[in-house]
């Protein structure tokens, strides 16, 4: 596994370790290669990267393209700026056709635009995305997880949209740790006054939350939903289905709070209580 730091790197290390076997891989960049830390993969691999300037639409539309013939594309780049302003092409020509094109957006969430101002900050996407057919979402909790999300990306058929941080982000999960493909990873089992469904880049304050209440004498149960519309969302039914012994249960992301992505909505039929 190659030395990363930051999602955004981890992206970057995934492509690469992936590429010498994978002639597949392929990666268009609006504008966007330093920013995704993949220029070292267009200087090793230039027929294989695409840049298509400050023009998200385009980006998308080509990367339909080179699905439909057997490519499997990477557009990476501020996650608003695919979500918003390549909205109808992610939709129409992507989700609609089922094409394998796979979407990586930086500067996620509530802790994304830290550096860059609210111009380079969006929570809005999880809403926006999970309103499109077909398509799969990861919500990696941090740098390891997301390189491990980027690899199963590649295996994944149909598309699939990644969500990136700013590059700060705290380690979380052992460095060789899987990206779960069932969904969910329950990570503290302390008792059942409530569960916290989590995903992202805020688990390790869940975790640290669960610390404190733990402290305070209230025992909860933190788990990790990694997969939001995953083909089968049955472990994470199991453990919604556990929950009844609880007295609650909540979701905490960073994420719009009307997105139905608030962890467990996409596998429920009713709202968290």
Known sequence: MTNFKGTREAFAAALMDMAEERKDIMVLSPDSLKAMRAVAFGEKYPERYVECGIAEQCAVDVAAGLASAGMTPFVGTYCGFLTMRACEQMRTFVGYTNQNVKFVGVNAGILGGEREGVTHQFYEDLAIVSSFPNYTIFTPADPAQCYHAVQMAANTHGPVYI????????????????????????????????????????????????DLLKEQGIGVTVADINILYGKDPSEIVKVMGKSQQYSRWRTITSTAVWAPTSAVWPVSTSPPG
């Open 163 to 210: 969500r990136g941080g700013s590059g700060r982000e705290v380690d979380v999960y052992d460095k060789e740790a899987p990206f779960a493909e069932s969904g969910i990873t329950v990570w503290k089992e302390y008792g059942k006054e409530a569960v916290l469904f989590s995903n992202g880049y805020v688990l390790d304050r869940v975790l640290a939350a669960a």
